[in-house]
């Protein structure tokens, strides 16, 4: 299986921005928690991070050419505005995708806690931490029926 694990803004800041919320493991050591999980569980993995709407949305288009079978998303602040993104996201019905959120987001600020992003995902993961991207990967490598999560 080949899963494209995709985070937006600010999600280079982890381990520096918000402690208190996002923890204390910077992007790099997220990098090699999903990575070896990944080599764990025999599938293949590609990361990608940007502070750009415009990259993330070429990333996700390139997803449907480059033999993408399930995307793992936390498009950061994006995910409470960014129609465009919405839209990238729903261009596929070939491949599950999940949204991951490390914070609960239902319990933070009132623009937080809706996503855009989130109905044309086929699950969502909120206030698990960093576990949360294990999680999102593991429903797809174990092929769950994602739309009952």
């Known amino acids: 299986m ?36 990944a080599e764990k569980r025999h ?17 996700i288009q390139e997803a449907y050419f480059d033999g993408t079978e399930g ?9 409470h505005y960014s129609y465009a993104l919405r839209d990238a996201l729903d261009s596929y019905h ?3 995708k999940v949204e991951i959120h490390i914070s609960d987001i239902n319990t ?4 937080r806690r809706t996503s855009v992003t989130a109905p044309v995902c086929d699950a969502v993961i909120i206030g698990e931490g960093l576990k949360g ?12 029926d994602v739309k009952s999560h």
């Open 2 to 37: 080949k899963i494209l694990l995709i985070n937006g803004p600010n999600l280079n800041f982890l381990g520096i921005r918000d402690r208190d919320i996002y923890g204390t493991v910077d992007y790099e050591g997220l990098l090699s928690i999903v990575y070896a999980h």
């Open 43 to 59: 599938v293949s993995l590609s990361c990608f991070q940007s502070n750009s709407e415009g990259a993330l949305i070429d990333r």
């Open 71 to 79: 995307i793992v998303i936390n498009p950061g602040a994006y995910s």
């Open 94 to 96: 070939t491949f599950p």
């Open 108 to 111: 933070r600020d009132e623009f």
């Open 133 to 144: 991207y294990i999680h999102a990967m593991d429903m797809l490598i174990d092929g769950l």
